[in-house]
């Protein structure tokens, strides 16, 4: 009887194990790491490889090689930054260290140099066999692949010297002992006998000839491998800074440094013949070069190169040099004296090199030759002052944000060939060019705002004028004055269209006749944003593009696609039949596409605002209205499509809220895929599906409800409810919100330390419910619009039951943050709420400075996000309405600020000023402050931080769990670091 109750005992315990073994588990802190996502994805050019990489938040993710039809694939861990080389024959990638050794490295300190280096990765798709490559810095290989590949590596590590046996070693060390303590003793004598100043003189000097050491001893360059894929065929070239190939592999071109230990080496720059292995010296005795650049034939190379002046020069003045195979050395074209440059300006290092298409313009850049900085005076005896005057065209703190780009800002010129001259196309009028035709159009245009620049500060935008540019000469012609908004040049550079925000319509310009006329479509949408709810003229729905050779011009409404003929005699035609609310939009799969081939597939993302699914298709527009065909039958949300560049092959993501990205690939018989025997081009086919261990967790469902808000609009929210959600039972919520979501409604959402928003599934799996409301704003009243939404919905569900109306919180970042401070001024409805990064004072927000960008945010009231719609003096009343920091007196509800001291959006004296009101209230609040962190918090170690805060501060107030240490005793300054209060307070 006795063994009888052992056995059955033993037989429960296995029957509790296998119960709660299959049993899922809630989502907890420690699952992030490994939680996957796609990164990059590419297709060979005959469709027949996919190249993927599965991402892990935290750890080593892996490069997939998979062919189509075929199972499994090829894995590369760590492998990133692929391509296909070799004509399709090879997938080359670069691999990481493992993250474990970069970890090591991090907690030694290692110098960037000491650190751990990459390595490459060669894969024969054809004999299936992987080489490997350690200490790569870059590669590179012709645009058009062909055989050639170039391999930059990293300097080569100093040589370890054999280690001495242990008798050798103490002798050694004894003799170093003897020889510091005659150096220590000498060092004593001599520092009895000098006086301070000489001291300090003499370090001086010893600094200057340190520095001036360090300016002669140019950066090296490193040896580069170049490799023939096809033949095996290697050659190396030593201390090479930069080398580019010329698009079709024919030509090599390379920099190389001089070698700092050997006086008697030079720099030089190389033209190397792959098919003829030979190599033609195109430069020597230079300091350095930049930006090598070849015609797409192949024939031309240009460069920027400084050869004239010493090492130690204050001034680098650069000029720009050509040359071609046949001579001697290369030709100096331009530099500061050449005739078309600006007095005191010169050649930019810093501009990129282009031939146009034909090969028949160079185009450069120029920039002011700045003075030297004034070193008459010792650095610490300068003044270090900011003048701001109200003149600027910009506030001093965006001039010193732009610093290092204005500091190698140039300007775009093109070389005139005819009469050795430079025609300066940009300057600092007309800042940015709009070149056509691949740069062979005959027109370019420009528009400037010169003298119109300081209204940005309010405005948020500046009005324009706009100027055709002739290509040849440089000359500008007036095209429209005092424009705002949108410019879009035709492939050619023929016309120019226009959108108009101010009229809300479109305006077509005629290089050749110079004239404009409107573009009228017979649209039932309008051509601007119509849901736009900002004191701001709405932006355009934008265009699909120009077809090649200007025949159309193809532009969108809120739904579909019209075909326009830039000569305006025939009406514009809709280019698919309108099916309910499906927005139909191009998808660009082919990077060097200049112009829309209309006799071949296009791709076009489709999705239904109705039921917010989505999917891909294609369509040829040469008859219209064009018929879509699916790419693919499903349809929940697609992202992400890439399409083999030389077959009907199309490969793109698929995800719901409950399902993880899943990678698909799919094709069409009739698309040149026939080839691919067993593979049923007529169906996706899935390459892998991430995150097969969700299945062990308890997630969610996510939904879209709708519900009659406080100013009458039926509104959409996304609600996401527990795992068995059960109706009958009362679950806590949180509501989370920013704008506008409902598109959001199958987004896949992964458990992960996030920047500041709500980590939805994270919560979901603990039981709680989690609401996502739309909200349409007012212009002047914001607060109140945050209000008549987001209550209304949190209401609307309390109607329906299952949501517990005492254990509800908020939670919003940034303008979330704003909305969830102004709500709690309003109602005692929520139980608990979580503010990050909030506004609570308009007046004093509204002189502040946007450090991200050094942009004041006065437009940002006036004409954006803010919505007031006007200024402080025109109207306070409205600034004391939305600022909670004039209505906390009336809070009620618990709350924790997340504001931190480097924040670059709002500043973070706005956080200060929210915790010291509500403090000397007696208000309960906690601010978080994560030193130097962003906006966003960036560091992960923080990210981790925030999220075990953010789910014990809502645990203990929705769901009755104690309080931790950091909530009920708080972390004093001489405890920072000691302890982080995370554990329970009992």
Known sequence: MQLL??????????????????????????????????????????????????????????????QVGASGGFVIPRGYNAAFAGNDGYVVCKIKPPYKDIRDARIKKKKPEDMPKDSLALYNLTTRTLVK????????????????????????????????????????????????????????KQLAGIQQHGFTANAAKKETNAKSKTEDAAEEGTTLLLKNLLTGEEKTFTLVSDFAFDKNGTALALYSTRKNSDSTSQAHVLWYHL???????????????????FDEAGTQLAFTAERDSSTKAVQKLFKLWYYKPGMDSATLLADRNTSGVPAGW???????????????????????????????????????????????????????????????????????????????????QFKNIELTDELNGNVFYAATDTGRRVAAQW?????????????????????????????????????????????????????????????????RTPLYDVENDVPDDPNPYGIMGWAKNDSLVYIYDQYNVYAVQPDGKKAAVPVFVQEG???????????????????????????????????????????????????????????????????????????????????????????????????????????????????????????????????????????????????????????????RNNNTLYNYQAPAPTPSRLNIPFFVSRGYIVFVPDIWYTTGHPGKSAYDYIVS???????????????????????????????????????????GAPVVNMFSAYGGIRWESGLNRQFQYEKTQSRIGATIWEKPELYVENSPLFHLQKVKTPLVIMSNDADGAVPWYQGIEFFTAMRRLNKPVWLLNYNGEAHNLVERRNRKDIQIREQEYFDWLLQGAVAPKWITDGVPAVMKGRTWALESSK
């Open 275 to 293: 098919q003829q292995a030979t190599t033609d010296t195109v430069m020597v005795k230079l300091h350095d070069a930049h930006s090598l650049a």
């Open 581 to 739: 609310k499906k927005r139909v939009r191009y998808v660009k799969t082919d990077e060097e596409e200049h112009g829309i081939d209309i006799s071949k597939p296009a791709c076009f993302w489709v999705y239904d605002e109705t039921t917010k699914l989505s999917g891909f298709s294609k369509a040829v527009l040469q008859q219209l209205p064009a018929r879509l065909e699916r790419i693919s039958a499903d349809t929940v949300n697609s992202s992400s499509l890439v399409k083999a560049k030389e077959a009907g092959v199309y490969l793109w993501v698929k995800e719901s809220f409950s399902q993880s990205p899943a990678l698909l690939i799919s094709g069409n018989r009739a698309d040149s895929v026939q080839s691919m025997p067993g593979w049923h081009t007529t169906l996706a086919a899935q390459l892998y599906q991430t995150n097969p261990q969700q299945s062990q967790y308890y997630w969610g469902t996510a939904s879209l409800y709708k519900w009659k808000a406080y100013t009458g609009k039926l509104t959409e929210g996304v609600l996401y409810k527990p795992e068995n959600f059960d109706p009958k039972k009362k679950y806590p919520m949180i509501v989370y919100f920013y704008e």
């Open 459 to 523: 405005q948020g935008y500046t009005f324009s004028d706009v100027y055709a540019i002739d290509a040849a000469t440089g000359k500008r012609s007036l095209v429209e004055k005092n424009f705002k908004g949108n410019m879009y040049p035709s492939a050619t550079g023929k016309y120019l269209l226009l959108y108009h925000d101010r009229k809300r319509s479109y305006t077509l310009y005629n290089s050749e006749t110079h004239s404009s006329t409107p573009v009228v479509l017979n649209t």
């Open 346 to 428: 010169g050649i930019s290092e810093n501009a990129t090199l282009r031939f146009s298409k034909s090969g028949a313009r160079l185009f450069l850049g120029t920039a002011p030759i700045l003075p030297p900085k004034d070193t008459t005076l010792p650095e610490f005896e300068r003044a270090g002052v900011d003048i701001w005057n109200y003149k600027d065209d910009a506030l001093q703190t965006v001039q010193l944000y732009n610093l290092n780009r204005d500091l190698k800002k140039s300007y775009t010129a093109v070389y005139n060939w005819q009469n050795h001259s430079v025609i300066q196309l940009a300057d600092e």
């Open 133 to 188: 490559i350690a200490r790569v810095k870059q590669y590179k290989q012709p645009e058009e692949q062909g055989s050639w590949l170039g391999i930059l590596l990293e300097k080569a590590l100093p040589e370890t010297p054999a280690q001495p046996d242990s008798a050798t070693r103490v002798a050694q060390l004894a003799r170093t002992a003897d020889s510091l303590a005659h150096v220590a003793d000498s060092l004593r």
């Open 793 to 835: 919905g949190t209401r609307a569900l309390m109607k329906e039951g299952f949501v517990d109306s005492t254990k509800i919180g908020l939670q919003g970042q940034s303008w979330g943050g704003y909305q969830t401070a102004y709500l709690i001024t309003q109602t005692n409805l929520y139980a608990a709420a979580w503010a």
């Open 5 to 66: 109750k052992q056995v059955l005992f033993v037989a429960a315990l296995l029957c509790c194990f296998l119960f709660s073994s299959a049993q899922k588990k809630v989502l907890d802190h420690a699952v992030y790491d490994q939680w996957e996502s796609f990164g990059e994805r590419i297709i060979s050019n005959n469709g027949k490889y996919a190249v993927y990489t599965v991402n892990v938040q935290e750890g080593d993710s892996r490069l997939v090689i998979a």
